[in-house]
């Protein structure tokens, strides 16, 4: 509805806007405003924050990618050798480490000093090696150790001795105990030193390398 007031101008009254609802309308304003602002700088000053950081965590994942690249290809190399260790170990396993043993044997055989217990010497030693074979009387044999030994005694119990020393040797490992030991006295011959000697073989059998292992 449209309002006309016909009185004159100087009977007209001014209309203002009360002092209180301006005041409240510059509050809200006022505030709104300073809301507004806050809520701007909180954008701006936070998002710049996290890009901040995120730029520095991407600078950081940069320069780690080289170390996991070196650390993945060293993963990939280890498990190679392990796979070649254990190549190497199933190889070995059935291998005899005869260096050591023949080291042992003589240091068995020096045990005996220079006859004061036994004096003894080997020849012909030979060594056959073999896959486990079942034989129809005693255990499994895996190959043999065979030697024509002598005593430079006329006594026979040196050379038992000298097996005994043998049986509680490292040597021993890896072998079955060996037989009571048999020999032959050889003829007696003043122009040898010693003049007499008994003869016997030194027999061994070697256990199957899963069984000595």
Do not use: C
Request: net charge negative; aromatic share 10%.
């Amino acid at each position: 509805m449209i309002l006309i007031n016909l009185l004159p101008e100087e009977y007209v009254k001014a209309r203002r806007t009360p002092f209180q609802t301006m005041a409240v309308i510059g509050g809200v304003v006022t505030l709104n405003a300073v809301l507004l602002a806050w809520l701007a700088s909180l954008f701006f000053g936070t998002r710049s924050t996290v890009q901040s950081e995120l730029d520095l965590l991407g600078q950081d994942m940069a320069s780690l990618e080289p170390q996991v690249t070196y650390h993945s290809d060293l993963s990939k190399e280890n498990k190679q050798f392990m796979s070649r260790e254990a190549t190497l170990a199933s190889i070995t396993k059935g291998r005899v480490n005869w260096t050591a043993k023949l080291d042992q044997l003589v240091d068995t055989i020096n045990h005996g000093g220079d006859g004061e217990k036994y004096l003894i010497w080997l020849n012909d030693l030979t060594v056959v090696q073999s896959a486990s074979a079942a034989r129809s009387r005693g255990p499994a044999n895996g190959g043999t150790f065979r030697a024509s030994g002598y005593s430079g005694s006329p006594n026979f119990g040196l050379v038992a001795n000298f097996f005994e020393d043998l049986t509680e040797d490292p040597f021993i490992d890896g072998f079955y105990a060996p037989a009571p030991p048999q020999g032959r006295k050889e003829d007696k011959d003043e122009g040898l030193i010693p003049s007499e000697i008994w003869s016997f073989t030194l027999d061994l059998q070697l256990q199957p390398r899963a069984e000595a292992k």
